[in-house]
């Protein structure tokens, strides 16, 4: 994404709602994504990358980090697919982000249509999370999830993150082309391999259930 909409579009957000710094702590965890700071490392052009990514591992969006993990790049993430089909909207900080789009969705109101997607909060990440936490916002818990992770972006994270040997001695242009193709490679060999993931996939979960439902039918005839 261009650096100068996300920024317009951070400033316009921070303009109409007011920044609550916080430790950003769930349970017994502390989470660096949703500490909420705002502030901008001096001797940094770019903090980081926030990605999109679809549940089946391609992705889809992304956008440079000035400000630290900051609520306002997931939520311009967010209004590139409210013209879409997308139904969940995951985050390993669902709890927290989603009480501040819902904050935001009041000052702004073009923005409540955002609300209309349900927020996932990614299965392994959930495990960190309080108890209540993890019964009400993991996906695992969402009808229509199917046996969705919510971890794709974790992948994608873990694939980018060997460009930062080089790309921090890179011009910015030279940065944002290494990180293009990167990008494309993943994507390609996604798309190559989506058929067999698919096929795999739905062999899985046809087990998972088939083991789900003898369970369950074991328990009723105990009881």
Request: positive net charge; hydrophobic residues 35%.
């Amino acid at each position: 994404m261009e650096d100068s909409a996300v920024t317009d579009f951070v400033d316009k957000v921070r303009t109409n709602v007011k920044c609550t710094p916080g430790k950003g702590t769930c349970g017994t965890s502390q989470w660096s994504a949703a500490r909420e700071t705002a502030k901008r490392a001096s001797r940094l052009d770019e903090e980081g990358l926030e990605v999109a990514v679809c549940r089946h591992g391609v992705l889809l969006k992304a956008l440079n980090m000035f400000r630290g993990e900051i609520f306002a790049y997931p939520l311009f993430l967010q209004t590139q697919f409210q013209a879409t089909n997308v139904h969940f909207y995951c985050t390993d900080i669902a709890c927290k982000y989603w009480p501040y789009l819902e904050k935001v969705a009041k000052t702004m109101p073009e923005l409540r249509h955002l609300l209309s997607m349900q927020p996932f909060l990614s299965v392994m990440h959930a495990k960190a999370h309080s108890t209540k936490c993890e019964i009400v916002w993991s996906g695992r818990n969402l009808e229509g999830a199917g046996s969705t992770a919510g971890e794709e972006v974790e992948m994608v994270n873990s694939f980018l993150s060997r460009c930062a040997i080089t790309t921090k001695y890179m011009t910015k242009s030279a940065r944002n082309d290494m990180l293009t193709v990167h990008a494309m490679g993943w994507n390609r060999r996604k798309q190559e391999n989506l058929h067999v993931v698919l096929a795999k996939r739905y062999v899985k979960t046809i087990t998972m259930l088939e083991g789900e439902t003898q369970k369950m039918k074991d328990t009723c005839e105990e009881l």
